[in-house]
């Protein structure tokens, strides 16, 4: 499972016109899900999220965790995440999970999140043309893959 991670001020996702989701100082989590992820994947990742210190204190110091600043989040599902760019100029997706096995660790993912967080995450439509918009603070941006735990 790959997550890219982005500290925001605001975020927002619109389908067919409509806002599903909209949150101000948080995270927007874009997650790719691969047929080999697992549960341990979801609860490795989720433990890591809602506890990493990215959020300044009084000095500006990322010293502070999302539960530590009453922040929210916004979770996107994002297959392009597991592009190959080996050959040629067109990503191959073949390591991306279809959507018979994506969904529910997508959904999971979600939930374990919101029971980790002990508050409700906010999400986009699974398969549907998003529109994702974004006010990146910082910037902070983080990206991990629960296959590579560096």
Known sequence: MKV????????????DEKITAEIQKGL?????????DTQEDIDWLSGKIIKMRIFGDENDVMNCS????????????QFTLHASTK???????????????AIPMY??????LEKEFNKKVQTGI????MKVNLLN?????????????E
């Open 4 to 15: 890219v991670i982005q500290r925001v001020s605001q975020a927002s996702v619109t389908v």
């Open 28 to 36: 927007l989590i874009l997650v790719g899900i691969e047929d080999a």
């Open 66 to 77: 999302l539960q530590d600043v009453d922040g929210d989040i916004i979770v996107v599902s």
């Open 87 to 101: 050959k040629g100029n067109r990503p191959s997706y073949i390591k991306a999970s279809k959507p018979e096995f």
């Open 107 to 112: 959904e999971n993912f979600v939930k374990t």
């Open 126 to 129: 699974f398969g549907a043309d």
């Open 137 to 149: 603070d910082g910037p902070v941006t983080i990206v991990m893959d629960s296959k590579n735990r």
